[in-house]
């Protein structure tokens, strides 16, 4: 369903590494213990009218981020939102707001505990992977169970912590009746970006993009720049949609 538009290796020491990012004593790390992890690209149709991409927002463990939802609010931007149980538990408030606003914010899992669906014991990007295949069922479906208990809906969508997914997890995720939601541009890598250069990638994203980026780090310089990039995208004519025409 989905295409990989990365392949990881992972080993005990370094983590997640693209191949883009090998140097030296890493790649020899990386070479000695492999194993595959996949990135899997998603884009939406496009209208042929202008610009058309889709914004996908993670609230992974953390805080609700005011600045990036007032501004989807304001300007009438639709928005899916991949909401962990252990946020919503975390902040009430924050998915208060969410649910006010049903127009523009749709919310899809991101698991339970925000365990990146990934076998083994080496963690990605700092985070606890699942594990089994297993842990990664629950993880999924805890997270749909959560999602729906608010929503009143079952999630069709899932993404995985890190977006990073092992090739076993994919199937199983999918025979659970989940499209794998993967995304075409990264906004701002964690939340870890300067609010300009955010502001820069989300501006020149292409017809038929996928965004993604997060909703949950009020406190980091990023949230500022989905706000302005995505009221640059909108001043340039870009046409927000939903996931409805997704294809990987």
Wanted: hydrophobic share 45%.
């Amino acid at each position: 369903m989905c295409v990989a538009k990365r392949v990881f290796l992972m080993c005990e020491f370094c983590g997640a590494v693209s191949r883009r990012g090998f140097c030296g004593g890493v790649l020899a790390v990386a070479l000695a213990r492999p194993g595959r992890l996949l990135e899997p690209g998603l884009h939406v149709r496009s209208t042929g009218a202008g610009r058309s991409v889709a914004v996908t927002l993670d609230a992974c463990p953390g805080h609700f981020d005011p600045r990036v939802a007032a501004a989807l609010v304001a300007r009438g931007i639709p928005a899916v939102i991949f909401v962990t149980a252990t946020w919503m538990q975390w902040n009430p408030q924050g998915l208060a707001y969410f649910l006010a606003r049903p127009d523009i914010f749709d919310l899809q899992n991101h698991g339970a505990r925000h365990l990146p669906a990934v076998l083994g014991s080496t963690p990605v990007y700092g985070l606890a992977p699942a594990g089994t295949l297993e842990a990664i069922r629950a993880e999924v479906l805890d997270g749909a169970a959560a999602v729906q208990k608010v929503t009143g809906k079952r999630p069709v969508w899932y993404r995985g912590a890190a977006g990073l997914y092992s090739p076993e997890a994919i199937p199983v995720i999918e025979a659970l009746g989940f499209r794998v939601a993967g995304y075409s541009l990264n906004s701002d890598q964690g939340a870890s970006l300067p609010a300009a250069i955010v502001a820069r990638r989300l501006e020149a994203a292409r017809d038929g993009d996928v965004i993604e980026g997060h909703i949950n780090q009020p406190h980091r310089d990023s949230g500022a720049g989905i706000a302005a990039g995505l009221a640059g995208l909108q001043a340039a004519g870009a046409r927000f949609v939903g996931l409805e025409t997704a294809y990987g």
